[in-house]
């Protein structure tokens, strides 16, 4: 059974960093697409950021350029989401996802995880 398991959420003032993370178990994930999304109170889940599996393309949504990296470790099985710069407009709970076509929508994806809450004070 598959599982995507997030942790490293927190809470953080605006401009500082967090890290998260993705443990990722139950199947193989050679030439899934990994991702993160966000939802924040009131607003629908979006697109963060992802990377392919096999071959390590990385997508991010404009918001996060240059400001956030995805990362993934094969040998773990672990997907990274670096944070810098943190505004107070990242404030979400940040998911994992796994799809194991193309596209890069909420409907797409085939796994997902629990979630874990970010917060950015001002």
């Known amino acids: 059974q598959v599982q995507l398991v997030e942790s490293g959420g927190g809470l953080v003032q605006a401009g500082g960093s967090l890290r998260l993370s993705c443990a990722a178990s139950?199947?193989?994930?050679?030439?899934?697409?990994m991702g993160w999304f966000r939802q924040a109170p009131g607003k629908e889940r979006e697109f963060v950021a992802a990377?392919?599996?096999?071959?390590?393309?990385?997508y991010y949504a404009d918001s996060v350029k240059g400001r956030f990296t995805i990362s993934r470790d094969n040998a773990k099985t672990t997907l990274y989401l670096q944070m810098n710069s943190l505004k107070p407009d990242d404030t979400a709970v940040y998911y994992c996802?796994?799809?194991?076509?193309?596209?890069?929508?909420?409907?797409?994806?085939?796994?997902w995880g629990k979630g874990t809450l970010v917060t950015v004070s001002s």
């Open positions: 139950g199947r193989t994930f050679s030439g899934y697409l």
């Open positions: 996802a796994a799809n194991s076509g193309a596209l890069l929508t909420v409907r797409a994806m085939d796994y």
């Open positions: 990377v392919r599996w096999s071959g390590g393309s990385t």
